[in-house]
C-alpha cells in the first residue's frame, strides 16, 4: 500500500518578493511564508497564517452550514456544492480564513460528486488519519478548517495519482486576473 502522507514544506526565511498581488493581502503577523515550485512548473508563493478562533468567533464569520462543516467535521451532500462543475481558471482559497489551497488547473473531474483536485498548493494542506484509519482527512494548514477527504490509487489519469474530494462550503473562488 502507498502511503499518502507527505512531509510538509518548510518556510522561507528572509525577505519576501512576490510578483503576484493575490498573496501580498494576506501579510499580516504570526505569517509563514512557503516556496512553491513543483516539477509541474508552478513558481509562486503562498502566506498562511497560524488562525485560531474560538466556536464562538468562528459562528460570527461562518455560516451555520460552513461552521458544520468546516469546524465541526460535515460533510455536503453530493452534487450539491457550487464548485463540483466549476472549471473556470483562478486560485481556490480557503472558505474560513481566505489562504490559497489549490489551483485551478490541478482540479479534475472525477464524477464523486465533489469538486476533486489532484494537488493541493504547497504547505497549504495538512493531513490526519480518520480515526477509523479507512480515510485520510485534509484540512487547511491555517485555520484547521476541515476541507475533505484525499485518496491515493483510483486509477484516475493525473500527475498524483491522488484525488482531493473537497466540499465546495469549505472553498471560496477568486479568478485570475
Not at 519576501?16 to 494576506?26: A, D, E, I, P, Q
Not at 462543516?69 to 464548485?83: A, D, N, S
Request: glycine share 10%; aromatic share 10%; charged share 20%.
Amino acid at each position: 500500500m502507498t502511503s499518502i502522507f507527505s512531509s510538509t514544506t518548510t518556510p522561507l526565511s528572509g525577505t519576501f518578493l512576490n510578483r503576484s498581488s493575490l498573496f501580498t493581502t494576506h501579510l499580516k503577523s504570526n505569517t509563514k511564508i512557503v516556496n512553491l515550485s513543483n516539477k509541474r512548473g508552478f513558481r509562486g508563493a503562498i502566506v498562511a497564517m497560524a488562525v485560531q478562533k474560538s466556536d464562538e468567533e468562528w459562528r460570527a464569520v461562518l455560516s451555520p452550514e460552513q461552521f458544520r462543516i468546516l469546524r465541526q467535521k460535515g460533510t455536503e451532500y453530493p452534487g450539491t456544492g457550487q464548485y463540483n462543475k466549476f472549471y473556470e481558471e483562478g486560485v481556490y482559497t480557503c472558505a474560513g480564513c481566505d489562504t490559497p489551497l489549490y489551483k485551478s488547473t490541478t482540479k479534475f473531474n472525477s464524477g464523486c460528486g465533489w469538486p476533486a483536485f489532484y494537488e493541493g498548493l504547497p504547505g497549504a494542506i495538512n493531513r490526519h488519519a480518520d480515526p477509523d484509519g479507512m480515510r485520510v482527512e485534509i484540512t487547511c494548514a491555517a485555520c484547521g478548517g476541515h476541507l475533505g477527504h484525499v485518496f491515493k490509487g483510483e486509477g484516475f489519469r493525473t500527475p498524483t495519482d491522488e484525488r482531493h474530494c473537497v466540499n465546495s462550503i469549505s472553498l471560496k473562488f477568486s479568478p485570475e486576473k
